[in-house]
């Protein structure tokens, strides 16, 4: 079955770097990108980014440009974001999601199941 | 960017009742619609896709409507397992995807 597995909750300080994983299994990889998005506490859901597996690509939403990489290694089925310079409106859960891009509906048919990142000084 | 906006942003109703919750973009999005549910310390779960095609293993006391700007997502009968938010998502025009503010449903 479809599975995608992330990494454990971070503790981070402001003006730091966060990297989180997220781990596919179940399906083929390549097949899919992998969306990030994400939900600070009490709050509605924002995308951020996403990679595309197949071509190797990456789009970020403009506010996040130049703050955010994503980043895949295919030998080990794993996506990672990496944020950089975290400020305390940055603390939030972050999700990866599969999705396509090139055709169908361009939902997001399978989540992980978070990761909580808190900016705290 | 297209903008969503879902009304209510809360609603209360009884077991059994029919809800409905709306969403509208900014802009038209064809049927790129989408419906997630989430419950509390979960990640959301795609209900419906397409504004009305109903997910594999959703019940089908759920159910989505329109086209353009102007969509639906009803629940026909309440149950108290469907407390939780509820988020609508274009998919249109693309990147990036934007999710409407969500509705609260609650349980009376």
């Known amino acids: 079955q479809v599975q995608l597995v992330q990494s454990g909750a971070e503790v981070t300080k402001p003006g730091a770097s966060v990297k989180v994983s997220c781990k596919a299994s179940g399906y083929l990889f390549s097949d899919y990108c992998i969306h990030w998005v994400r939900q600070a506490p009490g709050q509605g859901l924002e995308w951020v980014g996403l990679i595309n597996l197949s071509l190797g690509s990456t789009s970020y939403a403009e506010r996040f440009q130049g703050r955010v990489t994503m980043t895949a290694d295919t030998s080990t089925r794993t996506v990672y974001m990496e944020m950089t310079n975290q400020r305390s409106d940055d603390t939030a859960t972050y999700y990866c999601a599969r999705g396509i891009v090139n055709r169908g509906w361009r939902h997001f048919d399978y989540w992980g199941q978070g990761t909580l990142v808190r900016v705290s000084s | ?108």
């Open chain 2, 1 to 108: 960017d297209i903008q969503m906006t879902q009304s209510p942003s809360s609603l209360s109703a009884s077991v059994g009742d029919r809800v409905t919750i709306t969403c509208r973009a900014s802009q038209p999005i064809s049927n790129y619609l989408h419906w997630y549910q989430q419950k509390p310390g979960e990640a959301p779960k795609v209900l419906i896709c397409g504004a009305s095609i109903l997910q594999s293993g959703v019940p089908s006391r759920f159910s989505g409507g329109g086209s353009g700007t102007d969509f639906t997502l009803t629940i026909s009968s309440l149950q108290p397992e469907d407390s939780a938010t509820y988020f609508c998502q274009q998919a249109y025009r693309t990147p990036p995807w934007t999710f409407g503010q969500g509705t609260k449903v609650e349980i009376k």
